[in-house]
Each structure stands twice: as C-alpha cells, then as structure tokens.
C-alpha cells in the first residue's frame, strides 16, 4: 500500500513510530526490511524513530497505554468499583500479569518492567512519602511482588496514582541497535500523534536531550551529525527550501546553545489549557538565543516579543510536485 501510494502521488510518506528493542530485534529489522523493498519499488516511504525514551505517566484511572496489554482492555474499561474488586483478586492479578508478559504485547511490552515504574503524584495518607519512588525498591521493603505492589498502591488513591514507567529497552544493545537506525536511508528522527497525546507523553523536548546525550551521555553520535539528522534531513525530506543548513542565501534559522549545560528540564503538569487541563511540559536548558529569519526570538531563555515567522506557502517556499 505504502508503494503504490508514494509512487501514484509522486510524494514521500513518513510513518510512525519505529520502535527499537534488542529484546524482539526481528520486529525492528523487518519494518526497516519493508523499507528497503519501498526503496527498491521506488517509493520514498521514510520511518521516525525518536533518539530518547520519551517520558510518558499512566493511570489506572483513565484510558492509557495500559488498556492496550492483551486481554487488559475489558477489566480496566469496567465501572470503577467492579474494576477496583476485580484488581484486588490475585487471579486476575497474575492473568494479567501473565497477558502482559505474552508475546500478544508486541510493542508494549516494554511497558511491563514494574519494578522500574516510578510513582508520582499518590492522593491518599496511606501513599504519603511515596512520590518519587521505585516500585521495585516499595516492593522490597514491603516483601511483595513488584505488580502486586503497584496495584496495591494504585488501589489505596481509588487509582488516581500518577505512574512513569520505566523503559524496558534502555539497555546498551538497544541504543546500538538505534545507532545503527539513524544511519539507515529511510530511517529519521523525530515523531508526532499530532498532539493526542498532550497530558500522557512529551517527546518534543527530545531535541535538547539528544544533544545532551551526544555531548556527555552515551555519545553514540557526533554533535554535528546530531544537529543535521533534526534539521537538514527533516527539511530536505518535507521540501522545505534554504532551511535546515548554515549557508549563505538560506534563512537564519539558527539556535545558539551551550555544550556544557544544553539539556531539557524534567518534565512537569501545567494547567494552562482551555478549561484548565493539563499538559506535560519541560522547558529548555543552556538554550541561549534562537534566531529565525536572522531575528532574535528568544534570548536566554525568554522571548524578545520579535515574530518574524510567515507561513510556509507550498510551491512558493517548498520544492514540490504538483498535485492534480
């Protein structure tokens, strides 16, 4: 579908979201196997993949990735005290415990380490003290397993307890098998839902944690190449023209930033939308001046009150086929 849809549209198609774990490698090397056979067809069809392991909360309150575990979906979908009896019976606990370790999975299984779910904010004296935790240190002390313990915290907030869990596949070989993505042809950084998921996962400040993670984390990449694969391979892949490169004749797009502190701020809830809900927010670090069209925009952190921007018109400020 993917081929004759770049090749009937003369246009290239991006998809979302390659997920690497060293844990079920075949996944990963087939969808990028797909990619190549795109590439031999003639189609340009391209995969994001995100360089950092985007933080994301859960709840057993509401609908989350959690509803997703093979099997899960109907006990979590039902009325809050039936699905509160059905959570404290050990049976169900070790079906759905068992569900989730399955293959049926696939990808969320990395969302099964329980033991590296971190609590955040509990609503209820007996989870006093508990913010900020592991649950596999909870579980030690308390002598539990570490799902029994998760779910005996979630129960006692009536499963408002906000969870980060932890990444199963943050392991070495995962982030050498993602290294060695990057450099795949029709692999590319970045990722989007488009904003669907504003209060559960924030990836947008995975730009700065990468060049922090190139600069003093695991340095799987030069700075350089780090900077090109966020800006001149999305710009070039969208058509968008004299951007994404330092160049003379191109627009000064340009971020000022210092190595020795460049990062992102831990990720916090903020109630700034309409109606007063909420969002996950984190802002920058060592982020010194941004510039757009050669205007300052932003200097230490703040905003000049400068809006050069103007909207990108296809055709006009892209290089594009014509449709029709």
């Given at each position: ?91 169900t606990r070790r079906f759905m415990e068992d569900r989730a370790a399955s293959p049926d999975a696939g990808v969320f299984a990395r969302l099964t380490g ?96 990468f060049i922090a993670d190139c600069l003093r984390g695991r340095k799987l990449t030069s700075v350089e190449r780090a900077v090109q694969m966020m800006t ?93």
């Amino acid at each position: 579908f993917m081929i004759r849809f770049s090749k009937a549209g003369n246009r290239p198609l991006n998809w979302n979201v390659l997920t690497i774990d060293s844990h079920a490698p075949e996944r990963y090397r087939n969808q990028l196997a797909a990619m190549d056979r795109c590439a031999e067809e003639g189609a340009k069809v391209v995969a994001l993949t995100m360089p950092v392991i985007v933080g994301m909360n859960m709840s057993f309150l509401t609908y989350c990735a959690l509803n997703m575990m093979p099997d899960w979906g109907p006990i979590l979908g039902l009325p809050l005290e039936e699905r509160m009896d059905r959570l404290r019976d050990p049976e169900t606990r070790r079906f759905m415990e068992d569900r989730a370790a399955s293959p049926d999975a696939g990808v969320f299984a990395r969302l099964t380490g329980w033991d590296t779910y971190v609590i955040g904010d509990t609503f209820s004296d007996e989870n006093d003290g508990l913010t900020g935790r592991r649950v596999g240190d909870i579980a030690a002390e308390r002598g539990q397993a570490a799902f029994d313990t998760l779910l005996d915290i979630v129960l006692a907030d009536d499963l408002r307890t906000v969870l980060w869990p932890g990444a199963t596949d943050a392991d070495p070989e995962s982030w050498e098998l993602r290294r060695q993505a990057w450099d795949h042809p029709s692999v590319m950084l970045g990722g989007s839902d488009a904003g669907a998921h504003l209060d559960r996962m924030q990836g947008a400040n995975y730009t700065t944690r990468f060049i922090a993670d190139c600069l003093r984390g695991r340095k799987l990449t030069s700075v350089e190449r780090a900077v090109q694969m966020m800006t001149q391979v999305p710009a070039e892949l969208f058509g968008l023209r004299d951007r994404g490169v330092i160049r003379e004749g191109a627009h000064a797009d340009l971020v000022l930033f210092d190595p020795d502190v460049v990062d992102s701020e831990l990720l916090t809830m903020v109630d700034d939308l309409p109606g007063g809900t909420s969002r996950l927010y984190a802002g920058s670090v060592g982020v010194r001046s941004v510039w757009v069209s050669g205007v300052e925009t932003v200097h230490d952190g703040r905003p000049t009150g400068s809006l050069p921007g103007a909207i990108i018109r296809s055709g006009a400020d892209t290089d594009t086929v014509t449709a029709g």
